[in-house]
């Protein structure tokens, strides 16, 4: 009678565990499903109901009851990511959330689970992509900066794996610019492996610099351009992937002055070498007065306010009096005012290459990458130099695509047709195939 208790108890137990795995293995498996049909929301449900089941995420393998003879795994050896897949469909669906606020909670409270994994050490470059993502579109600069230092600080070494069976494709693909491939760990115990092209870096050139300048903070009715400050960001990345510039020779300008921008051109002018190749990027608020271009700091009173405002000549010639060629683009709104509009002067010297993201009386848009706000234009600029791959791109081929791309959309979807129509290259004292 003893021993029938005693087993009775035992076959309490293993049934009581047995149950258990099976209520957060179920849940788990639902957030999945509904991941899978782009339901987001029930999705994060799950996932959270699966983490007050068994609370965290686990990198390894989960063994599952058996004899040791039979060594079983949950869904063959995939991580365990409930909380890691709450905050991303979290993301998610915040691209569904049409009042601004409900949306920036939203985004908050992913942002501080994202966070929370990191806190525990949790690092995978996923977490890292879409924590930056979260920022990104929480307009949040400064954190964002400081992830990407702390990413850099990595130096690669990101041992922590999550589930990435419920990624889009879209995600899948753009995680796989990162390292060439995505390997995403699946319920089929092993990796599934999507190749994108030749994604390996193209060769740093010593004599390529690049700065770029994105003020969002203006307060001058018109100029105001709030994805200015993330698409410098975006935009590094993408020359140092793609283009051949080096970290060291690229500086990032965020929500500047005109003071500041003018002391922190002059600084990164004293570090380019002569003759030197240099891409400059400026997105904000610009306007023409008196036959001068000059571009707005975010102290800028009034679109008249050039005590505010740095001259896009005194700009150039930092540049032009060391012999560099310069590849100038400019993502700034183009108001005709008294016939007169940004982008209306034209150098007279120096070696200079000028696109403008919009023709005059237009202005800048943005569209959603990866759940990313992103300046048409530097959306093109960023998708074209993925095309090339190449540390030598041709000035006017170059234009052309990133033309052909705005009006045609990423691979043909999403054509921004005539809502915003970029000029080609202005060319003075170059050749039209010069390379940058």
Known sequence: MKFSRIGLSLVAVLAASVAFGQAWSDAYNAGLKSAKSLKWGEAREAFVR???????????????????TERRFWRNGAPYSPNFAAAYCGLKLTNEITSDADKTALLKQVAGEFEA??????????????????????????????????????????DWKVDGEFFTQEDKAALGQLTGNTDVINSNGGTTTTTIGDAGPARVMADKYALLIGNSESRVEGMKVPFAASDVLFLREKLVQYAGYGQANIDVISNAGAAQMKASAEAFAQRVTNGATVFLFFSGGGSNLDGKDFLAGIDAKSSTDSASMYSKGDFYKLFVSKGCKIFAFFQVSRPVVAGRYFGLETPMVGSIAQTQATIPNGSVYSVVRNGQEVGLFSDAIGGVLGEFRSNQVPITEFGWRVFDWMRGGRNGDSGTGSQQVMTLPVIVNMLSDERF
Do not use: I
């Open 50 to 68: 699966a983490a007050s089941l068994r609370a965290e995420d686990y990198s390894g393998s989960t063994k599952l009851p058996g004899p040791a």
């Open 117 to 158: 994994l990191v806190a525990k050490g949790q690092d995978s470059r996923e977490t890292y992509y879409f924590l930056s993502m979260a920022y990104s579109n929480l307009r949040d600069v400064a954190k964002q900066q400081e992830l990407e230092t702390k990413y850099q600080g990595k130096n690669g070494k990101f």
